[in-house]
């Protein structure tokens, strides 16, 4: 069955940092744009970090900027969240989505995974 599963997710003090992982299961993520996406409690759902297919392209949303970091290792067929100076604001489920082809934004998504709770509280 093709899945995307996160994982990484966990509670952490502000300011603290988390590293979440998007691993794709019966699929490979080369050939797709890998998106990170977070919905907060009565809030809707946000995009947060878009990487392209390549990996040239990478851009966040500006809550984030400066803090987060997108990457991908295509050996290991994931994607990686580095969050780092983690704020209230933060705490959300974080999912992870992808799309197939090289794009410069994440919109339109194929595959979206179940998402990981991120808390950060002290």
């Known amino acids: 069955q093709l899945q995307l599963v996160e994982s990484g997710g966990g509670l952490v003090q502000p300011g603290g940092s988390l590293r979440l992982s998007c691993a794709a299961s019966?699929?490979?993520?080369?050939?797709?744009?890998i998106g990170w996406f977070r919905q907060a409690p009565g809030k809707e759902r946000e995009g947060v970090s878009c990487?392209?297919?390549?990996?040239?392209?990478?851009n966040y949303a500006d809550s984030v900027k400066g803090r987060f970091i997108i990457y991908r290792d295509n050996a290991k067929n994931t994607v990686y969240l580095q969050m780092n100076s983690l704020k209230y604001e933060d705490t959300a489920v974080y999912y992870c989505a992808a799309r197939l082809g090289d794009h410069n934004i994440c919109e339109d998504m194929d595959r979206w995974g179940k998402g990981t709770l991120v808390t950060v509280s002290s």
């Open positions: 990487i392209s297919r390549s990996g040239s392209i990478t």
């Open positions: 019966a699929f490979t993520l080369d050939y797709y744009t």
